[in-house]
């Protein structure tokens, strides 16, 4: 079985930064993508960026120039800094990752979650 646990939310005011974590551990061959969705009450789910296990990165239109997200592939972890926050960014933001399970398929794992608040 494979783990996501998310670290890093909290309450911030807008124009400040956070930054989240999340560390994948368990029955972990390789990890091919990982990336942050968030979610706002009365609001769909949106993916917020992607990081494939080869560097390359995507970004919502919402979030370009301002979030950053990154991978530490030797302690199967994914990061987003994000900067230059605003209320809008008030989510809780979630942790995805299609995992290649050791001698196994690619699967998909969700984290359970971390609370993001941008007060104006």
């Known amino acids: 079985q494979v783990q996501l646990v998310e670290s890093g939310g909290g309450l911030v005011q807008a124009g400040g930064s956070l930054r989240l974590s999340c560390a994948a551990s368990?029955?972990?061959?390789?990890?091919?993508?990982m990336g942050w969705y968030r979610q706002a009450p009365g609001k769909q789910r949106e993916l917020v960026a992607t990081?494939?296990?080869?560097?390359?990165?995507a970004y919502a239109d919402s979030v370009k120039g301002r979030f950053t997200i990154s991978r530490d592939n030797g302690k199967n972890t994914v990061y987003l800094q994000m900067n230059s926050l605003k209320p809008e960014d008030t989510a809780v933001y979630h942790c995805?990752?299609?995992?290649?399970?050791?001698?196994?398929?690619?699967?998909?794992?969700w984290g359970q979650g971390t609370q993001v608040t941008v007060s104006s």
């Open positions: 995805n990752a299609v995992v290649h399970v050791r001698q196994g398929p690619l699967t998909t794992y």
């Open positions: 368990g029955s972990i061959f390789s990890i091919p993508a």
């Open positions: 990081a494939t296990g080869d560097g390359s990165t």
